[in-house]
């Protein structure tokens, strides 16, 4: 029974992060006057701070060497990124923005590439980290997102597209391995 209620909660952590992060932000909006724009949300919040992270078990042994992972970033937010120096095209994330953390702090290789909304689309941001000591699951990267003011957020929530684990040889870690996320309004 406690097996299967921590499996629950690890399931319900996203849902219920991004449930506290909507429901601050609403209420932030909430005022006694009257007046204003009110199709423009009125809080101090300008970052949300989000921490990636897997769960689930590795098999015969195994750690995570590398991590592929595509995330939908939904209208009203972005992230700091200039061109890359070699392709121009591409938008590779500043200092900072992406890091890795908590599990994959040590001796992780990170790059992160963004992909702004384009009409209706949303923006799409890539994480790569690998690691040649290979780390376990739980938290591997951390993502601060900016807020814009113009109506955060359009659509409810980010959406994990792409998600891919490999061992530290390379080869396909096919066990239920499965990302997750937590954010914080900051």
Known sequence: MRTESIYIMKK??????????L?????SGCGGGGGGNPSVPNHQDTKLVMKV?????LT?????GAIDLTVEVPGGVSVKATPDTQNPSILVTDAGVVVPSGAAAADSLLV???APPQGNAP???RILIVNANGFGTGEFATVTFD???SGFPNTSEPVVLNFTASAQAGQAITSLLTP???????
Do not use: D, K
């Open 60 to 64: 015969n042994g195994n750690l995570i």
């Open 147 to 149: 807020l814009e003011r």
């Open 12 to 21: 319900l952590t996203p849902v219920l992060g991004l449930l506290l992060v």
């Open 180 to 186: 997750g996320y937590t954010a914080v309004l900051e």
């Open 112 to 114: 992160a590439t963004f």
């Open 23 to 27: 429901t601050s932000m609403q209420l």
């Open 123 to 125: 923006g799409r941001l």
């Open 53 to 57: 992270m897997t769960s689930g078990a």
